[in-house]
């Protein structure tokens, strides 16, 4: 039996005030109750990865399968290492089934197991 999802893909300016469209975007898409949370750490996680400034865009990804929900912040450049092990991700890792970085390592992710009875949103 194969598990069908869904994925979104949004860009969203390098700016502090984002943070709160990718927490609406993510809560329009999902009904998990930490996954607005768990995006928003991921996203000021990769903008503040840049010391001399920072990234213009940062993109989002919501990706589905079955139960588990992926999470997904991408910036141009690549985290140093106080992003990938900062404050943020300590959320991150008490919210989430399993998180890392990706292989480019410009970006950040997280996977949540959603409930039995939770379904995404359309």
Known sequence: MSESGQTWRQAYEGHPAEAARVRAWTRGRLGHE??????????????????????????????????????????RHPLPILQVHGPGAIVIDRLSESSGVSVDGSGLWAQLTAPAELKALR
């Not at 940062?58 to 399968?65: F, G, K, L, N, V």
């Open 34 to 75: 930490d996954a607005p949370l768990v995006a928003h750490e991921l996203f000021v996680a990769v903008l503040g990865s840049v010391t001399t400034r920072r990234p213009d865009i940062i993109e989002m990804t919501i990706s589905t399968a079955g139960r588990r929900i992926r999470i997904a912040a991408a910036g």
